[in-house]
């Protein structure tokens, strides 16, 4: 089955930084990689997500690159923003309806 | 975007008890739910899969007769922790996919004394 890795567990950045966390997967077949921001008590929020038929998405101050000959994805966040502190987790799944299997989640502090 | 409810969000009970929790899809039917738990500080781990109309699907590890799961309607999937422990509290979050994307219900906090 699909398994997931996060790095890095916690990530501490000043104001106006950019940070970057990174995922691999292990099952080729993965096609959908979302990635969500988690705050305390809450449901995760999808804040980008990217198809394998896409190197790269842009959103605003969010972007995602995913690199299938090596299996991995990355986070970018430019401009970080103390409301960016959350805990971000990556996900992947091989079919359209099937179920997300998660990293184990970055911890981002973002200090101003 | 789809909404997706739970109900309860926060439920409190005694350790040899049951307790059901709700999931609904409010705009859109949902063959197919997801039922997931969070422990504090730890990622989301998918428990089972649930099919509208047949059995869940478990996850290994996961109980199926401590964790049944019903799937009546395109709408509905409840998840029953039957005889529950206090190692049963957590987070519980369920999920339906519409197609394009899945969304979160806002999850049920179980805290079993």
């Known amino acids: 089955g699909e398994n997931v890795e996060q790095h890095p567990s916690t990530l501490s950045v000043q104001e106006g930084d950019s940070a970057v966390i990174k995922c691999t997967y292990s099952d080729s077949a993965s096609n959908y990689f979302p990635w969500y921001k988690q705050e305390l008590g809450k449901r995760p929020q999808l804040i980008i997500d990217?198809?394998?038929?896409?190197g790269e998405k842009k959103d605003q101050r969010i972007a995602v690159t995913l690199n299938k000959t090596a299996k991995h994805f990355s986070l970018h966040i430019t401009e970080t923003q103390p409301e960016d502190s959350a805990v971000y987790f990556c996900?992947?799944?091989?079919?359209?309806?099937?179920?997300?299997?998660f990293g184990k989640g970055t911890t981002l502090s973002v200090s101003s | 975007g789809a909404v997706v409810s739970q109900h309860p969000s926060r439920v409190i009970c005694k350790s040899g008890t049951s307790v059901k929790i709700e999931c609904r899809s409010l705009d859109f039917q949902a063959t197919t739910m997801f039922w997931y738990r969070q422990f504090p500080k730890q990622s989301l781990m998918l428990m089972a899969t649930s099919n509208e109309g047949s059995k869940a699907t478990y996850e290994q590890g996961v109980e199926k007769d401590k964790f049944l799961i019903n799937h009546a309607s395109l709408t509905l999937s409840t998840l029953t922790v039957t005889s529950a422990h206090p190692e049963d509290s957590s987070f519980y979050i369920c999920?339906?996919?519409?197609?394009?994307?899945?969304?979160f219900g806002p999850g049920t906090r179980l805290t079993v004394t």
């Open positions: 999920s339906a996919f519409d197609s394009y994307e899945q969304y």
């Open positions: 996900a992947a799944t091989n079919q359209a309806g099937t179920a997300l299997i």
């Open positions: 990217i198809r394998s038929n896409v």
